[in-house]
């Protein structure tokens, strides 16, 4: 098939490149997010997605957003197949969703309908499922509502971060996404309504979203920990001061109790209370600094007795 990919983040590479070494269809351009100003030299930045159709010398489209006239133009005259898309970052309105033959073809990481939204993988760490997946679907004008054409799962591990299950999703999902487009091409696949059961939804976290709550569970801070690093990143507060948390872990029930956000360390470990046993904070990162093992941030820190986190 004549296909146009559409994806913005790095997540979305795999697929890209995987449609690209197949050899089946013909990826004739590629639809990104405008290049955006990044770093302390605030100099314009091409997305990873973007770069990479640059380095296969692929044409790149780069709209300010997908109802933009000229590029819905663009697309007509190119008239592919089928538009992949994996975590683009616009919404695309019906007259541009319509013009590929087969429509658009998104990749979500997750089991649709559960957690619909911008943060699906983030939200299946924090709510301690135990496995997720990907879907592909077809896009429509909703939030994650079209029809489903395929699914794979994938076991959430234990010690998993949202960066370590976004990085395997985002590779076996490409093949399901490379799978997808070639049953479509046969005509082997037919498009299912999404169940009305178990419909979840996982917003867009933000900075603030991302603080710990030293008040819950041990295992609840645990879990939230790791579901938003590496980013936005966990944090709390120390003096008033913002202090990132790295990697942590629960210490075990067996560990003798601490008040929510109360410090205990020795020569071998740094522990912070919660509502039940104490989470062992291995890394961190205080303001201005780099990301440090926590013991060594005691030593320098000085801390008192009866120092906590907020």
Known sequence: MRL???????????????????????????????D???GRGRGLSRSPVAAAADAAGIEVLTPPNARDPEFAERLRDIAPDAV???AYGHLVPRTVLDIPTHGWINLHFSLLPAWRGAAPVNAAIDAGDEVTGATTFLLDEGMDTGPVLGTMTETIRPRDTAGDLLGRLSVSGAGLLVATLDALDTGELRAVPQPAEGISHAGKITV??????????????????????????????????????????PSGEDSPPLAPGHIRWDKKSFLVGT????????????????????????RGARLDDGAEFE
């Not at 997540?11 to 013909?26: K, N, Y």
């Not at 690093?229 to 990697?247: L, Q």
């Not at 509502?275 to 005691?298: C, F, H, R, Y």
């Open 275 to 298: 509502a039940t046993s104490p989470i062992l904070v291995e890394t961190l990162q205080p303001p201005g600094k780099k990301m440090m093992n926590a013991l060594d941030w005691v």
């Open 4 to 34: 146009v990919f559409a994806g913005t983040p790095e997540v979305a590479v795999p697929s890209l490149e995987a449609l690209l070494a197949g050899g089946r269809h013909d990826v004739v351009a590629v639809v990104s997010r405008p």
């Open 208 to 249: 603030d979203d991302a603080r710990v709550r030293w008040t819950d569970p041990a295992l609840a801070v645990d879990r939230h920990i790791r579901s938003v690093t590496p980013a936005p990143g966990a944090w709390t507060t120390f003096g008033g001061e913002r202090v990132k948390i790295g990697s942590a872990m």
């Open 84 to 86: 992949p898309v994996v």
């Open 36 to 38: 955006a100003r990044t």
